[in-house]
């Protein structure tokens, strides 16, 4: 069953904002994952901005596409959050297979990274939309097994209004700024010295 379409009007170029986004992290499976094009720096970058999420309190939710055949999420990243939630699917979307939880209605804004970026990330931020969230997909952390359907992948998306994002902005827009309590932490732990 599908949600109701959201009639709420769009921002216009909005900000990431902490107190009205989730973080979905889509199929980043255990036999899935090794066959994205540079696979362990993918994972790594996934890793690093669901660490940083995790510490600014964002709601995290992790799916699975059929794990039976693929594996279920990487060990690595259910290991970034204290309390993980994960569901599992058959259809490509997570709203086409309403897996999405009641209380995600509640956020208007939804951080999508995984994989792969042509199939469950563009189904997915694609009917988010079409639901009125504002859908920001993380392009370092998103990805394909092939460059050419990463990039015709984002090109769609964007082209379908969502906000094509990178970690740091995603990390940035959240903290808004130095004064933030937990930005010495952050800017320790997550942006100072060498990133994936």
Not at 48 to 59: D, F, N, V
Request: net charge negative.
């Amino acid at each position: 069953m599908s949600a109701p379409l959201n009639t709420q009007p769009r921002l216009s170029a909005p900000l990431i904002d902490a107190n009205n986004a989730a973080l979905l992290v889509i199929d980043v499976q255990e036999k899935l994952a090794p066959a994205m094009a540079d696979s362990d720096q993918l994972s790594a970058r996934i890793q690093w901005l669901i660490g940083a999420c995790e510490q600014l309190s964002l709601p995290i939710l992790f799916s699975e596409q059929y794990p039976k055949g693929l594996g279920h999420t990487l060990p690595t990243l259910l290991a970034q959050v204290a309390s993980p939630t994960v569901v599992e699917k058959s259809y490509f979307s997570l709203v086409a297979a309403d897996c999405l939880p009641t209380d995600w209605q509640q956020y208007q804004q939804v951080i999508v990274l995984g994989m792969e970026t042509h199939v469950c990330v563009l189904q997915t931020v694609l009917e988010l939309i079409a639901q009125g969230k504002q859908v920001f997909v993380v392009a370092d952390a998103v990805g394909s097994r092939s460059e050419d359907n990463h990039q015709l992948g984002l090109a769609r998306m964007r082209h379908g209004g969502a906000e094509i994002v990178t970690r740091e902005m995603v990390v940035f827009e959240l903290l808004r700024h130095a004064g933030h309590e937990q930005f010495k932490h952050i800017s320790k732990t997550f942006l100072r010295g060498e990133q994936p």
